[in-house]
């Protein structure tokens, strides 16, 4: 369970606020872990991880601004988005319900 | 039927992709553009149709993976034409020795027998295709044929069914080669800001080439500017924790980048001050009322002097309704 509140910078407000299970991706690697509907938690996205966002309900990662990939793919799939959430990946635990507030600019516990 | 192009738009019409057009236009209307030349459609058309039945054949029988190794290897080991290795020559040889280039594809896929450009496509796709940074004169060919192969990399395969569809084959590639710029800041502007608010020019700021900012593996500072007045509205500090610095490209390294980490006064000072932010903006904001509607720019500065590296029109807003 998330333990805390997190913050970052606002890089898409989307639809507004979801909830929905974080799922910690590493790399392109862990792309197959996603579930429809998931947050996905990465240090950043990149191209490649394209066919997979579409699934997600919402991205949070450790570096970048509303200029990044994430920021971009999310404002134009119409999803939220939260950057630079420095150690997400340590802080918000795999798996966790969480919801991802880019209005409020918070991530916590669902 | 030129094969080799400056890119002045003036010049050319037609014959070179979306982002070759784009920094025509922008040198001709007198922006800071580093030097650039165009290898048009044509010259692609000439190299790729003797390739063309076996290119098809492998697409028929491999999977995407396999196909698209298949077909660069194929384009890396035939010889480019005469007369376009000939033009391509002359062109670099205008250029000072020991200059680096970029070399980026600018791409127009076929599809269900319509061309969808690259760089008018969602912008979450740029990076479909390949860009090569800090290329070397003698490696330029080679660069050059990599973007040409970009046109049938994995990714574009399957996101555009090749296998289903042949008038795929109809796609074409140009490339542009460019001077590039020893990057000692940069950044990347959208005038007007996507997310908050619409009537502020937003801008990402940090040492070293843009793709640091692009690819999101780097924080910049984060600065709002007031669109009417230019005075500054927001300044948000960014770690800045590392700079992209690219390899010399070479046949072996496919031309990578690593992140060399910044030293820590970088990550508590900003990368630009107050001069240099409005310098920014205001070119932001020329270049926006010139093409008449909102750009998202990306500038590059070195020794003291703004070079426009990219600008297009901003293709989504941050929010649903």
Redesign the interface.
Known sequence: MLSTSLSGRIASIGGGAVTGFARIVNSEADLGRIQPGDIMVAPATDISFATTMVLCAGFVTETGGRFAHAAIFAREHGLPCITDVADARKLIPDGAQITLDPELNLISPA | MAYVTPLHHGAVTTGLGQKCLNLGLLTDLGFNIPAAFGVTFSAFELFIEPLLPEIKQLVHHLDYAKVALAIRKLILEHDTPADVHAALEDALASFPPGTYFAVRSSGMARVAGSFVTEDSS???????YESYLRVPQRQVEHALKRCWAALYNE?SLRLFKAKEDQTFFGSKMSVVIQLMIEAETSA?I?TR????RTDLL?M?VTFGPCEA????????D?ITVDRQDLHIVRR?L??K?HRVVYAEYSPENEGTYHLQPNPAEHSAGFAADDRLITRIANLALEIEARFGQPQ?IELVVSNDELFVVQSRHI??????S
């Open positions: 969602k912008q979450s796709l740029a990076g479909q990714r990347v959208m800001d996507p997310v908050e937003a990402e900012l692009v690819s999101g593996r780097v924080t910049g984060f948000e960014g770690g924790k998202d293709t989504a807003s941050g929010r649903k």
